[in-house]
């Protein structure tokens, strides 16, 4: 077990500035938000998401419309004109889950691989379970425990360039290293406050320039960095609300640039530092109504009558406990506003910079924040 839990501050990370891109950031902007609460082709509970090569969204969500009817653990396919696949819900023994009685009833978060491979974390069945995006159950691996390769409430899970799967575990204070089958090959973590420990750590991802691992640090409101072998290289926030602090934070995923997203659930937001920890942006919720909504509230009497006792329309653009933030490659931000039944989708306006539009970063030193 590789932890360093000394309060000897860190060194500034990184130490070669030149390993990450120069973005020039021109801010984000709002492009669209997707979902509906409906039985179905609807999202109830959105916990986490993934974006396939086309586009197309496959949104975990963790409860149903319908009690006793759908059962909770389902994907549903969507677009981003907010429109529906056809649900992808786990068959056990060539049957769907009976509603109430699932064994796959607590999901947690997703991910997906090169070859469309669905998988996702359950934190009452103390598995990893696949899925097809066609909707097959192709399995599931993991049993319940606190040794090598055992699981005790999984959270977060990511994949890295070679497609092994990184999980945490909230009840295990670590996180785990399998081949994509389930295989155990290496882990780390223990309980506590200090630098490398963990309480309760929630998403992960995996940096995708230089194969770090960054986990929300939940209950401790704070997000670290690891090496790959498990050294303690940066932490990023502090426990508050203010600029750059957290409050239990869920969700983290790393851009092309370097740049770190996170899930700032208890604050109701999502924040954005830099790949040296600096806070740069805030994002509070900017969703209005779809062309779609727009249409089937004015087709829908109750509705109409409920909005005509709206006197605050601006709460309905902002964010209920955000859970997840994914990017894609071409620079679409999604955030699993889960409070809202719905995703709110973001642009990246940052290009980055080629070595002769700027000096080396090492002529720019942080600026002094007062």
Same mark, same amino acid.
């Given at each position: 077990m590789k932890v360093a839990a000394t309060q000897i501050p860190?060194? !500034?990370?990184?130490?070669?500035?030149?390993?990450? *891109?120069? *973005?020039? /950031?021109?801010?984000?902007?709002?492009?669209? !938000?997707?979902?509906? /609460?409906?039985?179905?082709?609807?999202?109830?509970?959105?916990?986490?998401l993934v974006i396939a090569t086309d586009g197309m969204m496959y949104v975990l969500c963790r409860s149903a419309a319908a009690p006793g009817i759908v059962p909770r653990n389902r994907f549903v396919p969507v677009d981003l004109d907010d429109e529906y696949g056809e649900e992808i819900i786990p068959i056990i023994d060539g049957k769907p889950q009976e509603p109430g009685k699932e064994f796959l009833s607590s999901p947690v978060m997703c991910a997906m691989d090169s070859e469309g491979t669905l998988f996702s974390t359950d934190e009452q069945a103390? @598995?990893? !379970?696949?899925?097809?995006?066609?909707?097959?159950?192709? %399995? +599931? +691996?993991?049993?319940?425990?606190?040794? *090598? %390769?055992?699981?005790?409430?999984?959270?977060?899970?990511?994949?890295?360039?070679?497609e092994n799967v990184w999980v945490s575990e909230s009840r295990n204070h670590r996180l785990q290293k399998f081949t994509r089958d389930g295989r155990y090959i290496s882990g780390w973590g223990e309980f506590g406050a200090g630098l490398g420990q963990l309480d309760h750590p929630w998403g992960i991802a995996i940096d995708p320039i230089n194969g770090t691992v960054l986990v929300a640090d939940w209950r401790n409101d704070r997000v670290q960095r690891f090496s790959p072998e498990g050294e303690i290289l940066q932490i990023i926030g502090r426990p508050g609300s203010g600029e750059g602090e957290l409050k239990r934070p869920s969700g983290v995923t790393v851009d092309k640039h370097?740049?770190?997203?996170?899930?700032?659930?208890?604050?109701?937001?999502?924040?954005?530092?830099?790949?040296?920890?600096?806070?740069?942006? !805030?994002? /509070?919720?900017?969703?209005?109504?779809?062309? =779609?909504?727009?249409?089937?509230?004015?087709?829908?009497?109750?509705?109409?009558?409920?909005?005509?006792?709206v006197i605050n329309l601006d709460v309905? =653009?902002?964010? @209920?406990?955000?859970?997840?933030?994914k990017v894609d490659a071409n620079g679409l931000v999604y955030i699993a506003d889960t409070g809202r039944y719905r995703i709110q989708v973001y642009r990246n306006r940052a290009v980055a910079l080629s070595p002769d539009q700027i000096d080396p970063p090492e002529m720019h030193p942080d600026p002094v924040v007062y």
């Open positions: 860190l060194p !500034s990370y990184p130490a070669n500035r030149n390993e990450y *891109p120069t *973005p020039f /950031r021109f801010g984000h902007r709002f492009e669209t !938000s997707v979902g509906q /609460r409906l039985a179905s082709e609807g999202l109830m509970i959105p916990i986490d103390n @598995v990893v !379970s696949m899925f097809k995006t066609t909707g097959e159950t192709i %399995g +599931w +691996w993991g049993e319940t425990g606190d040794g *090598p %390769g055992q699981f005790n409430a999984p959270a977060g899970i990511a994949l890295d360039a070679d370097g740049d770190v997203y996170v899930a700032d659930r208890g604050n109701n937001r999502v924040l954005l530092f830099n790949p040296r920890g600096m806070f740069i942006e !805030s994002f /509070r919720g900017d969703a209005h109504i779809t062309e =779609k909504g727009y249409r089937k509230l004015l087709a829908n009497p109750d509705a109409l009558r409920f909005r005509d006792n309905e =653009k902002r964010f @209920v406990a955000p859970n997840a933030v």
